[in-house]
C-alpha cells in the first residue's frame, strides 16, 4: 500500500500546479522589481528635468537684469560719450506727440463702409457702373 501512496503523491496533475504557481510567483517578483526600476528612474529623470529647469530659470532671471541694465538711459548716455558719437536727447520743442487712435476715435471719423449691394423698397439694387470707353 505504501508504493501506491508514494506513486499517487508524484501525478503530472500535481507537479505542473506547482511548477506553475512557482512560475507565477516568480513573474510577480520579477515584475515587482522591474516596477520598483522604472519609478527610481522616472524620479532620477524628474529630478535631472527639475534641475535644468531651475538652472533656466536662473539664466533667464540673470539676462533680464541684463537686458533691462543695457536699456537704461544712464547706461546708454555713458556708452554714446563713450564713443565720442555727440548724440543727446531731444529737447521738448522737438518731439511730437501722436495719440493712438481707440474704437471710439474709429467710429466718429472713418467713414461708413458701404455694401456692394444695397437695398432699396426692401428689393436689392446693384450699384451703377461707370463705363469708360478707350477711344
Known amino acids: 500500500m505504501r ?3 508514494k506513486r499517487e503523491s508524484l501525478r503530472f496533475g500535481n507537479v505542473a500546479k506547482s511548477l ?3 512560475l507565477a ?3 510577480v517578483g520579477v515584475g ?5 526600476n522604472q519609478i527610481y528612474r522616472t524620479g532620477d529623470e524628474i ?5 535644468a529647469l531651475s538652472a533656466a530659470e ?3 532671471t540673470m539676462l533680464a537684469a541684463q537686458l533691462a541694465q543695457l536699456k537704461s538711459p ?3 548716455e555713458m556708452r554714446c560719450q563713450q564713443a565720442n558719437l555727440g548724440l543727446v536727447a531731444p529737447k521738448e520743442t522737438q518731439t511730437i506727440r501722436l495719440l493712438e487712435p481707440g474704437p471710439e476715435w474709429d467710429a466718429r471719423f472713418l467713414p461708413a463702409v458701404q ?6 423698397n426692401g428689393k436689392l439694387v446693384k450699384p451703377a457702373m461707370k463705363v469708360v470707353s478707350s477711344k
Open 3 to 5: 508504493s501506491n501512496r
Open 20 to 22: 506553475f504557481t512557482c
Open 25 to 27: 510567483i516568480a513573474t
Open 32 to 36: 515587482y522589481v522591474w516596477q520598483k
Open 47 to 51: 529630478k535631472k528635468r527639475e534641475t
Open 58 to 60: 536662473k539664466r533667464n
Open 74 to 76: 544712464v547706461y546708454l
Open 115 to 120: 455694401p456692394a449691394a444695397a437695398q432699396k
